[in-house]
């Protein structure tokens, strides 16, 4: 049966559902659980006010591909003493293995938490990417870190050197030690990590210049950012290449197995390594001639400044757009390049002359 309303009835009921839309549209106020709004979402729409103050109270967490990777720890906790410089809470959780999903549990819990900002080294660049997208959608800012992720997934990332710059100098550096001839092979972290397949990409291309024509890349083979993997990997690679002159592995963890491997061996003294790793680690095998030169940058710089950056996009200072630039503490202005990147400074290569002046 059709029920008919006459002329001023259907007023009254237009009427009374249009205050009920305004009373629920009241009712579903911004919170931090909820989107903000698109343009704040994707940090693109959104006004900055690069004069606005950074809030106090903050909550940020650091989720590096693992937790017992030394070199992210030094980061991190660079980082998470940065926070308390402009009073926020901040902390480190992840996982104990670098496989691609394993970050992935960790993004649902901080969000639930209702943190503010979360800081990924991603291990794999696109499997993290559903639920990055799901924290912006409800206002948490996503900076990347080390190793980014897809450029989609987050606002911000804060690279240690570029890209381009890291990658090639591996192939000057392992050239240098051989006098340019010889077969080389690379050990690298895992197969996805973003940032270890851009300096791969780098060095098979500065190959093909006239100067590296006597070098020749023979193997590349995947430590999974594990200690003892990257030790059998090394093995392995001695084992299946008998004429091998050369090893770059662009890891910390990895050229550290590398050189305990080496060190102990026949190599010794025979097979060059370089890659980037942290002076700490490498310094008894700078000394013991194991290692004659290698690089990194400075990762306590680069907690320091992730952490400033996600400050910055927090507080509304900056959106993550080309061109804004923020302070980060002592690091001073920091500009935003292409893709929402920042990049920390060029790396600084590590001897026998210079490496007892680093304490990290």
């Not at 979402?41 to 103050?53: E, L, S």
Request: contains cysteine; positive net charge.
């Amino acid at each position: 049966m059709t029920v008919r309303l006459s002329a001023p009835r259907r007023l009254v009921a237009l009427a009374s559902i249009g205050a009920l839309a305004l009373s629920l549209t009241a009712c579903g106020g911004t919170t931090k659980d909820s989107a903000r709004s698109s343009g704040e979402a994707k940090g693109g729409n959104a006004a900055a006010d690069p004069n606005a103050p950074i809030k106090k109270g903050l909550k940020i967490a650091f989720l590096p591909k693992q937790v017992n990777n030394p070199y992210l720890t030094i980061l991190d906790n660079a980082g998470i003493a940065a926070a308390r410089e402009f009073g926020a809470e901040a902390k480190e959780v992840g996982p104990s293995d670098a496989s691609a999903s394993s970050q992935v549990s960790y993004i649902n819990t901080l969000v639930q938490q209702r943190h503010d900002a979360i800081l990924i080294s991603a291990n794999d660049e696109n499997a993290v990417c559903g639920p990055l997208k799901q924290a912006m959608s409800r206002g948490v800012k996503v900076v990347s870190y080390d190793s980014d992720t897809a450029k989609g997934c987050r606002h911000l990332f804060i690279n240690q050197a570029g890209a381009e710059e890291i990658g090639r100098s591996q192939i000057k550096l392992i050239s240098d030690q051989l006098g340019g001839k010889g077969e080389i092979a690379i050990l690298s972290a895992t197969a996805n990590a973003t940032n270890q397949n851009t300096w791969i990409t780098y060095m098979k291309d500065e190959l093909k210049k006239p100067e590296y024509s006597g070098l020749k890349l023979v193997d590349t083979v995947y430590g999974d950012d594990d200690d003892q993997k990257s030790f059998q990997q090394t093995q392995g690679l001695l084992q299946a290449h008998p004429n091998l002159k050369g090893i770059i592995s662009p890891t910390t963890v990895g050229i550290a197995a590398a050189a305990r491997y080496i060190s102990g061996s026949k190599y010794k003294g025979k097979v060059a390594l370089t890659g980037l790793g942290t002076p700490n680690q490498m310094r008894q095998f700078v000394k013991d001639g194991t290692v004659k030169q290698f690089a990194l940058w400075d990762p306590k710089n680069l907690g320091y400044l992730a952490s400033y950056a996600a400050a910055s996009l927090a507080s509304g200072r900056i959106t993550g757009a080309r061109g804004e630039t923020f302070t980060a503490g002592r690091l001073g202005e920091r500009r935003i390049g292409p893709d929402g990147e920042v990049i920390l400074g060029p790396p600084t290569v590590f001897d026998a002359t210079n490496i007892d002046q680093y304490n990290f």
